[in-house]
């Protein structure tokens, strides 16, 4: 009996009923009908004649067209219709003022766009779960000594943690390196991580193939490996029968035991956005271990036990740290001030951008605001002009909710259209962030238009035009009417009419300022970043990464012999200025430091033995990299394994551990066994800034790479990077940089190959990621602001377009007519300014952390904005009364 | 037509097309037939007034119209009672009950 419209919501219903409008009336003028026939039918049975019959049936029904109106509205469809109305009816007033509505959509759509593309971002980067489960009960496991704050773990450590933190529900650590995979087609240089056994169930995540790491294999070094995700896919085309084959990775089979899902990447090459391409166990032996608790170079993680609080995991971890100082004095002295404690994993992993993405949503809300501001502005005039539109509808009967609705339709599809523009924005703008490419970043590559931002955006952008648009609508429909319509064809000028619209330029004007003083002040930071001495000369240099596998380099004389002869030869090609070596890139990769003991210096109790980071180079770095001498010689030629040892120190070294006196001569001996033992300083170069460039260069030292010995290993070092000084574009000799290597060894995996300006480029692309949204945005803020003001005076001066005509005509000259109402404005600019150079001042502190030789308070940014965007407001202003008072007065007179 | 005719309290309208669909479907001019008939005659409503209300049932969800074919072979639209309009039915009966033994009461007292 019933259909499925009885199943239906009302307003399912109702929409359903509006669809067949046509065949609802229909069915309804046919109903009465039948209704009436048969009542007269009945009537004539009964005796009465046709025409009787007839009447009789009318008379008793009631009149017909009334009941089939409040049908109608029985109907519930009356609503619906009606909006749909309004909005046909928005269209066509929206389409009328084409001029004044593209500039609202495209006001309201740049601001939207700003804020939805970097909503986007934050999203994708901070809102999104970390790829692992239940990532709150992660933490990483971090140690203080020194001026380290998060230092790592040692393998002695690794094992008392692994026994001692039994209250966690798992534990693991691991470290980073990279492996060469030969077999089918080229070798490949891959990104390793080397897990303890607990490490991958700390993280919470099963293999989409195979197993994890036994406890067996971590402990006796097993030759298994799992694969990353994008390694199997790569290069094994995803086979499912690939666990249980084996693979040669650094000259060696391991069996694959199992896949890593695609969602898993370790927390570290989330932060650097590199991934580990291949799984092997970690394979300490606690017996080759003891007595060492020196080594710090493991990555703790560990998973809470069932309802521990982040308070208990660090005390758990505390109390274990606690005793080893007490159990041993001798490796922890008291000066380290050692301390483990936990941090949860997202902050980990997010810690570092979390500010930088709210400032930027921050501001891109504060564009939205002001376009917002600027929306609301806009409507305001268009209803001034169309206060008598309104008054005569309104005297002609309609409702005055009835007005208001129409008004919010208009919003509606305004806000409709504002939300497209602001995706398309969005999507271009998220385009162009990715392409400015700021490392790390962890998953900002996944940030564009996905099905939450889109919600956020037209969500905002409805919420945006409801509220911007209500203001408008309700001041027009509380109009006194008679007035109104009074004033029909008399444009009068009033002074309060204007004043909610000034209000707003002076909001938007103050937004203005704010960001344009973020804008200021982030760009001054970058400036100073950029002008920071980094100690090199990274103009014309390329860099290339290479590492002599063990398995055919055995002594350390194949691998000094090798990179001798590889950087003479690659200095010897046409256009090669000079060529080196050097362990670790600057401003690409981090440091570790070694201690050592200068001869005839007593360290005093309790205090640091001195350190230094340490480099190794061959004789030709210093030139290819642009280093400056301060002081005696580089490494050369003559520091041959066998000769005395020779090392150059930075001028930070020099400073800290020679202050006043001369180093050059000093003799030192390398920590931990580290050779050649025992070396004489025999120069000082200037402090190059390896970390970053907002980070003060730390004491540094350059070993040459003939003489130096691992401390561990007593190997020579065998990764290294080529750096190429060029006569002209060093990317042109990539080609040549490639033959070279391979003519010496065919089968050398080639990696980063770069110039240094891409490296150094990359190392600021976060603030300069930032400066360039903020210029963007101020610029946006500054053209709204200048179309606010410039929308008021215009709709100030066509008011009393008919008054300037008089005075004209009476011989008043335009500078005469215009002044007051500049005079005016500039009250309107002067206030904004101030109040926004107020927020300024409170908004800058909150940044400050962010900036970088720049104060909050930075007297030239704090000046100049203010300056500039009056000066543009008032421009603004200008135009807009100049274009009025230039109207002949005999036309401007006669058309009213 | 020289009976007096009771005022259409407001809803009762809406209670009696209720009940006379409890018995069966029925078109527009059925129920108004069956209502006069039942309440003798007494409650002689505007014929017209009863289309409003079936049409604000029917968007109330209590009953559904679905068009059939009459005996004549004449195209006619057949209202039905819902579950929610049975619902509805039991509820202001109920309510109904109270108020005209409420109002009996009254009455009674004075």
Redesign the interface.
Same mark, same amino acid.
């Given at each position: 009996m019933t259909g499925p419209v009885e199943y239906m919501s009302k307003w399912g219903r109702r929409l359903l009923r509006l669809a067949g409008r046509g065949d609802v009336e229909r069915q309804m003028t046919e109903e009465v009908r039948l209704h009436l026939e048969m009542e007269e039918k009945e009537l004539i049975a009964r005796g009465l004649s046709p025409e009787e019959a007839r009447r009789q049936a009318y008379l008793t029904f009631g009149g017909v067209e009334r009941y089939k109106e409040q049908s109608r509205e029985a109907f519930g469809t009356r609503a619906l219709e009606d909006f749909g109305k309004d909005l046909r009816f928005a269209v066509r007033t929206l389409w009328r003022r084409r001029l004044s509505s593209s500039l609202l959509v495209a006001t309201l759509g740049l601001g939207l766009g700003a804020t939805v593309g970097i909503y986007g971002f934050v999203h994708a980067v901070l809102l999104r779960p970390l790829p692992y489960a239940d990532a709150e009960g992660i933490v990483r496991i971090v140690q203080r000594y020194g001026d380290n704050e998060d230092g790592h773990i040692s393998p002695s450590e690794h094992f008392d943690y692994e026994r001692q933190l039994e209250d966690f529900s798992a534990y693991g650590s691991y470290t980073f390196g990279t492996v060469t995979l030969a077999g089918d087609g080229d070798p490949l240089r891959l990104q390793a991580a080397w897990l303890s056994h607990g490490a991958i169930p700390a993280f919470g995540v099963s293999p989409v193939l195979g197993r994890t790491f036994s406890q067996e294999e971590d402990l006796g070094d097993a030759h298994v490996a799992i694969l990353g995700n994008a390694l199997w896919r790569d290069r094994y085309g995803e086979r499912a029968d690939i666990v249980g084959q084996t693979v040669r990775i650094a000259d060696t089979t391991f069996t694959v035991i199992g896949v890593m899902p695609a969602s898993f990447v370790l927390p570290e090459d989330l932060v650097s956005g590199s991934r580990s391409d291949v799984l092997l166990p970690l394979g300490l032996r606690p017996e080759d271990w003891t007595g060492n608790r020196g080594s710090h170079f493991l990555e703790g993680v560990a998973r809470l036990g069932a309802a521990m609080s982040q308070d208990q995991a660090r005390h758990t971890v505390a109390t274990v740290s606690a005793g080893w100082t007490e159990t041993f004095p001798d490796d922890y002295s008291a000066s380290m001030g050692f301390a483990a404690t936990t941090r949860p994993i997202a902050q980990v992993v997010l810690g570092d951008v979390r500010q930088p993405l709210w400032t930027m949503l921050g501001a891109a809300l504060l564009v939205l605001l002001l376009a917002g501001a600027n929306v609301a502005n806009l409507l305001l005039g268009t209803a001034e002009s169309r206060r008598q539109e309104f008054a005569v509808r309104l005297s002609l009967g309609a409702r005055r909710g009835r007005i208001i609705r129409q008004i919010l339709a208009e919003t509606l599809v305004l806000a409709l259209l504002a939300g497209i523009l602001g995706m398309v924005v969005a999507a271009g703008g998220t385009r162009l962030l990715l392409a400015l490419d700021p490392p790390n970043i962890p998953r900002l590559d996944s940030a564009g238009l996905n099905f939450s931002v889109v919600w956020f955006g037209f969500g905002l952008s409805f919420v945006a035009g409801i509220l911007f648009g209500l203001v408008p609508a309700l001041s027009i429909s509380a109009r006194n009417l008679s007035r109104d319509l009074k004033n029909a064809g008399r444009a009068v000028s009033g002074g309060g009419r204007h004043r909610v619209r000034r209000l707003l330029v002076a909001a938007e004007l103050a937004i203005g300022v704010l960001v344009l003083v973020g804008a200021g002040l982030f760009t001054r930071s970058f400036q100073r970043l950029m002008d920071t001495d980094t100690g090199l000369d990274a103009d014309q240099v390329l860099t290339a990464r290479i590492s002599t596998p063990d398995s055919r380099y055995l002594e350390d004389d194949e691998i000094t012999g090798f990179y001798r002869e590889l950087t003479e030869r690659l200095a010897g090609l046409p256009g090669v200025v000079a060529a080196g070596a050097i362990k670790n890139l600057p401003l690409a990769t981090g440091l570790g430091d070694l201690n050592f003991r200068i001869e005839g210096h007593v360290v005093p109790e309790g205090q640091p033995s001195p350190r230094a980071d340490w480099q190794t180079v061959t004789p030709g770095y210093k030139e290819a990299m642009g280093l400056t001498l301060v002081r005696g010689r580089w490494i050369g030629a003559e520091d041959v394994a066998g000769a005395s040892g020779a090392v150059v120190i930075g001028e930070t070294t020099a400073a800290t551990y020679w202050p006043g006196g001369d180093p050059i001569g000093a003799r030192f001996v390398l920590g931990g066994g580290a050779g050649p033992g025992t070396v004489t300083v025999v120069g000082i170069v200037r402090d190059v800034t390896h970390e970053g460039l907002d980070i003060q260069a730390k004491t540094q030292m350059y070993l040459p790479h003939e003489q130096f010995r691992g401390w561990n290993d007593g190997e020579a070092v065998r990764g290294m990077n080529l750096v190429l000084r060029t006569e002209s574009d060093p990317l042109a000799l990539v080609g040549q940089l490639r033959n070279t290597i391979r003519e010496m060894d065919s089968q050398l995996p080639i990696s980063d190959i770069e110039s240094m300006e891409e490296v150094l480029s990359r190392s600021v692309s976060q603030p300069r990621t930032l400066m360039t949204l903020l210029v963007l945005f101020s610029l946006l803020s500054a053209t709204l602001a200048a179309i606010g003001v410039y929308g008021v005076v215009a709709n100030v001066v066509s008011s009393r377009t008919r008054e300037f005509a008089i005075r004209k005509a009476l011989g008043a000259q335009a500078r005469q007519v215009i002044a007051p109402v500049l005079q005016r404005e500039l009250k309107t600019v002067a206030l904004g300014i101030a109040v926004g150079l107020l927020g300024a001042l409170v908004v800058a502190r909150t940044v400050a952390s962010l900036l970088h030789g720049v104060p909050a308070n930075d007297l030239l940014t704090l000046v100049s904005v203010p300056l500039g965007l009056a000066a543009v407001a008032l421009l603004a202003a200008f135009v807009a009364a100049q274009r009025a008072v230039r109207i002949d007065p005999n036309i401007a007179l006669r058309s009213e | 037509m020289g009976k007096r005719k009771a005022d259409l309290l407001q809803g009762t309208l809406d209670l009696m097309i209720l009940k006379t669909l409890r018995q069966g =479907?029925l078109?527009?001019?059925g129920i =108004?037939?069956r209502i006069r008939e039942t309440s003798r005659g007494v409650l $002689?409503i505007?014929?017209? /007034?009863l289309?409003?209300?079936?049409? &604000?049932l029917e968007? &109330?969800?209590w009953i559904?119209g $679905? $068009?059939g074919l =009459?005996p004549e072979g &004449?195209?006619?639209?057949q209202y039905?009672l819902?579950? /929610?309009g049975r619902k509805q039915l039991a509820e202001e009966r109920a309510t109904w009950s109270a108020f005209s033994a409420a109002v009996n009461h009254v009455l009674e007292a004075t």
């Open positions: - | =479907s078109h527009g001019w =108004s037939k $002689e505007r014929q017209g /007034s289309y409003p209300a079936l049409y &604000r968007d &109330r969800g559904a $679905e $068009e =009459s &004449r195209k006619v639209k039905s819902t579950r /929610s």
